[in-house]
C-alpha cells in the first residue's frame, strides 16, 4: 500500500465521514436525476430514503464481507469511534455503522479508488433501491 493511502487509512475518521457523506449524497442525487425524476419534492423524499442513516448502516453491513482488510479496519475504527453529539434520527448503533460508511466513502474518494467507490456505491443504491421502502 503506498504512504498516501495508508496515511489516509488513519485520516480522522469524522472527516472522512464529513467527505463521505457529500459524495455519496452527489451519488444518489445524480442517479435520481438521471432516471428522469424532476419534481423537487419527490426527488428530496426518494433520495432520503437512500442517505439515511438506517439505510447507509445496511449498506456497509451487507458489505462486510467483501472489503479489503485496510477497508474493514477503517469501517471498524469508525464505527467504534466515540461520538460527541446526539443523533437526531437514528439510534446511536445506527448512527455509527452509517458514520462508517460514510468514512469509507470519504476515504475510497480521498485515494483516487474511483472504480471501488463506485462499486461500493453502486451496491448501496441497489440495495436500498426500487424494493426497499
Known amino acids: 500500500m503506498e504512504k498516501e493511502q495508508h496515511d489516509l487509512l488513519y485520516m480522522n475518521t469524522t472527516a472522512l465521514a464529513f467527505l463521505g457523506d457529500a459524495v455519496y449524497e452527489t451519488f444518489i442525487r445524480d442517479k435520481l436525476v438521471v432516471e428522469g425524476q424532476?419534481?423537487?419534492?419527490?426527488?428530496?423524499?426518494?433520495?432520503?430514503?437512500?442517505?439515511?442513516?438506517?439505510?447507509?448502516?445496511?449498506?456497509v453491513k451487507s458489505l462486510l464481507e467483501d472489503l479489503t482488510e485496510e477497508e474493514l479496519a477503517l469501517v471498524k475504527r469508525a464505527r467504534n469511534k466515540k461520538i460527541t453529539s446526539k443523533p437526531k434520527h437514528a439510534d446511536p448503533v445506527t448512527y455509527k455503522w452509517a458514520t462508517a460508511f460514510e468514512a469509507l466513502l470519504g476515504y475510497l474518494h480521498l485515494a483516487g479508488r474511483q472504480e471501488r467507490l463506485k462499486e461500493i456505491m453502486e451496491h448501496s443504491y441497489e440495495k436500498n433501491g426500487r424494493g426497499a421502502k
Do not use: I, P, T, W
Open 38 to 59: 424532476v419534481h423537487g419534492d419527490l426527488l428530496h423524499r426518494a433520495a432520503v430514503r437512500y442517505v439515511c442513516a438506517e439505510s447507509q448502516a445496511a449498506a
